[in-house]
Every structure is written in structure tokens, then in C-alpha cells.
């Protein structure tokens, strides 16, 4: 039972999270004519799946070699790839196919984690969850476009083309593994010139984290783009708190009312030195009128210095609808400051660290470049839960000191043995001698 135990709850294993996909995979209406189907759609978005798990565009051609010499293939006795899918009808497939389905893989998996109690280490501040959202680019052409992508003409009279995500992330302060939510993609609405904006994706992300998780308790954390009277009127109408970031040149009106009550000494304050010797200095005041407009709504300011030899070293401000104290200053104030974890901890590790997310394995002319960021995103997550509950994937991920060493490893055994399963990869990772399959 020890064995078992330390994989994990069943539902969290890979052969589980599997299954979850393959059951979406198949809510994609296959809109081949049947006497033209050489590859299931299954194939190929499974196939799609295992190129971004282990992060490895080649992975396709050397499995297709073991399949000519032995008759079996990794990708069909750990993916459950029954035919390996040629790279351009993979491509194409994808692109021709919605790939929407898909979205609720990761609403499922989510509420796996929470059903079994893992994301209790999550909450803040009365049960609260801390969602970050934050937009990013993860694709940038002069020449290459799709139906989807954003396009801006430039002075010289060039057009670049662009891919832009909006994500939402679980995080948590004191928590290295990031939970990422289903994504909404800012796109070309109609195909040829309607442009989207990051805050009109905003409220649609909202809406849809709304109505995937109807009953959790969360924070949202943004960046000053938000912290403006129509955002957070969609915030209260959703039923979320917020911590969202204000700049001085973005709340003129505000910030005249916080000097002028600050040279009144009328706002609340506390200060402490740390054992490094780094000075921690709060100011707050509740119920201050987010602008100058009539109907503004009242939110509650917060600025935190941080400072060293009597230089500020950090300098932040906040508005959220959370009653500041004494007692819970320092809290909201570490919530605000994990922004930074969505950058550092997702987009940061889906760019830098093996993921590559700006170069994305291909684009097409419709669905691909999409389907590919929700496929590559989904393997993030896949490795996000087992360094939370895996604790023989977290020992062989323990054996390198780097991230891309550890999956390095990993393709190269995908390209020279052959496994029946995801838990002999990780057993071989961490007892080589051992026999693989076969």
C-alpha cells in the first residue's frame, strides 16, 4: 500500500488524467468524410498531447521507427496512440477541428484536485483562493498569420502579426507549483478586422472561471490594466474579491486623496524591521472613492514600501474590496505581490524552461496554433499535479538540477527503450538497472 499511496489519489494519476483528455478528445465532431479518415482524431490530438508532455517535436518520427522494427511504440503503450498520425495530417486535422472540447479537461482536473483536498494548501485569508490573471504574447510574425491572429500595421507601413493568451493561474505565495486555469485567447473576432483587447477578455474570463467553479471563494489579482470602475464592477457581479495593482498614472483623482489624507496624518500605518534588516512599511485607508466620478465606486488603498539602508528597494499599491487591518495588511500585501508567480512560474517556465510556448510546434491557417497553446498548456498542468502528489515522479525529478536535464533524460529513453506505461518511465528514471519493457 506504501507503493500505491505515494502516487497519489487514483483520480490524480497519469492513466486518470488520461482518460480525461481522450473523453473530451472524443466530444470533437469529426467533420471527415468517413471513406477519407486515414487517422482518428483520438490519434492525433493524443499524439499532439505526448509531443508537448514531453516537450519533444521530434517524437513522432522516432516512434513510427519502433513501430516499423518491433511492431509497438511509446506513444501507444503510455499515450494510448492506437495509429501514429503522419506530422502534416496531424497538423492539419487540428487546425480543421475545433478544438473547444477541450477547455473542460482542465475544469475536471481542477476539481479533481479540490475533491481531494490538495488545494487546501491553496487558500489565503478565510478559505479564499488567490486566481492571478495576466495576458501574454506567444507567437509574433512579420509573415506568417492565421484566420485568429491579431494584426497591427506598423509606421513603415509593415503588418506584424500576433498570438495573445489571457491566463488565469491558482497561486499561492509560499507554493512553487502554479494551477493554471482554462485559457481565453484574445483574438481577431470575425476573421479579417475586428480586433480584441486584453480587458474585453478580461471580463469574458470571468465569466467563464465563474461559471466552471460556481462556489469557489477567490481573489482575483491583476495588474493596474484592471483596476478601473467597469472591471471591478464585473468582478462584484461575478462574486469575486480583488487585489489589483494601482498606479499613481492611472488614478490621478485617488491618489490627490491619499497625499492629501497623508499630509493629514490621517492615514492608518504600521512598520517593522526584519531580521535581515529590511524596514516593511504599510499604509492603508478603507472606503476611498476609486475616482473622481460621482457614481465611483468606494474601494479600500493599500501601499507597501520596502526598504534597505534607507533606499526603497520595492515600492507597490493596491485597491481590493478586503477590509484592511492590522492584522490582515501583510497578508493582502504577500497576496498582491504574488502576481508575479503567473509570469515567473507559468509563462516564464512555458517559454524558457522546455516548454516552448512562443514557438509552438506549428501554426496554420485556423485552429492549430490555438489548439497547440491548449495542448501544451494541458502538459504543464499534467506536471504541475504530479510535483504536487507524485512523490516518484518528484524523486526522479529530484535526480536533476535543472528541468529540461529531467526531460532531456526522458526523450532520450522515449527514443531508445520501450515502456508498457508513464510509472516505468519514472521507475527507470530512478532505478536505471531496472529491465524496460520488452
Known amino acids: 500500500m506504501g507503493g500505491v499511496a505515494r502516487r497519489g489519489p487514483g483520480p490524480l494519476r497519469f492513466l486518470s488524467l488520461r482518460e480525461v483528455l481522450t473523453s473530451h478528445i472524443d466530444d470533437i465532431a469529426d467533420r471527415r468524410q468517413a471513406a477519407k479518415v486515414n487517422f482518428a482524431l483520438r490519434d492525433c490530438y493524443l499524439s499532439g498531447f505526448a509531443m508537448f508532455y514531453l516537450q519533444d517535436p521530434s517524437l513522432l518520427e522516432f516512434q513510427r521507427r519502433f513501430q516499423e522494427t518491433i511492431q509497438s511504440n511509446n506513444l501507444s503503450t503510455v499515450f494510448g496512440v492506437e495509429q501514429i498520425p503522419a506530422d502534416t495530417q496531424l497538423r492539419e486535422l ?7 472540447p477541450l477547455l473542460a479537461v482542465y475544469g475536471q482536473w481542477f476539481h479533481r484536485l479540490r475533491q481531494a483536498r490538495l488545494l487546501e494548501r491553496y487558500q489565503v485569508m478565510d478559505g479564499h483562493y488567490l486566481i492571478t490573471i495576466d495576458g501574454s504574447g506567444y507567437f509574433g510574425s512579420e ?100 487585489i ?55 474601494v479600500n488603498f493599500l501601499e507597501y514600501r520596502l526598504m534597505r539602508d534607507g533606499k526603497v528597494t520595492y515600492r507597490g499599491a493596491w485597491v481590493t474590496d ?20 503567473i509570469e515567473n512560474e507559468g509563462f516564464n517556465t512555458l517559454k524558457n524552461h522546455g516548454y516552448h510556448l512562443e514557438h509552438n510546434f506549428g501554426h496554420g491557417k485556423h485552429n492549430l496554433a490555438e489548439a497547440f497553446f491548449v495542448l501544451n498548456l494541458l502538459a504543464f498542468f499534467a506536471h504541475q499535479i504530479f510535483e504536487l502528489v507524485d512523490r516518484l515522479y518528484q524523486q526522479a525529478r529530484a535526480g536533476f538540477s535543472a528541468r529540461t536535464e529531467f526531460w532531456n533524460a526522458i526523450r532520450g529513453a522515449f527514443a531508445l527503450l520501450l515502456f508498457e506505461s508513464w510509472d516505468q518511465v519514472l521507475q527507470r528514471m530512478n532505478s536505471p538497472p531496472l529491465p524496460a519493457f520488452g
Open 94 to 100: 487540428i487546425d480543421t477541428h475545433p478544438y473547444e
Open 143 to 242: 509573415h506568417i498569420c492565421c484566420s485568429k491572429c491579431l494584426s497591427k500595421q506598423r509606421r513603415d507601413g509593415s503588418r506584424h502579426y500576433s498570438h495573445q493568451i489571457l491566463q488565469a493561474t491558482l497561486v499561492h505565495p509560499e507554493m512553487k507549483q502554479v494551477i493554471p486555469l482554462a485559457p481565453e485567447f484574445i483574438r481577431n473576432t470575425d476573421g479579417t478586422t475586428v480586433q480584441d483587447c486584453e480587458t474585453k477578455a478580461g471580463k469574458r474570463l470571468l465569466g467563464k472561471i465563474r461559471d466552471r467553479h460556481r462556489q469557489l471563494p477567490a481573489i482575483i489579482v491583476a495588474d493596474s490594466l484592471y483596476s478601473n470602475q467597469p472591471f471591478i464592477e464585473a468582478l462584484i457581479a461575478r462574486r469575486f474579491s480583488f
Open 244 to 298: 489589483l495593482s494601482a498606479k499613481p498614472s492611472d488614478h490621478k483623482s485617488l491618489y490627490q486623496d491619499i497625499e492629501g489624507m497623508r499630509a493629514g496624518k490621517l492615514l492608518d500605518q504600521v512598520q517593522y524591521t526584519d531580521p535581515r534588516g529590511r524596514t516593511h512599511h504599510y499604509e492603508w485607508v478603507n472606503e476611498l472613492p476609486l475616482n473622481g466620478r460621482a457614481d465611483s465606486l468606494q
Open 322 to 341: 478586503l477590509p484592511i487591518d492590522e492584522q490582515n495588511v501583510q497578508q493582502i500585501v504577500r497576496a498582491g505581490r504574488s502576481r508575479w508567480k
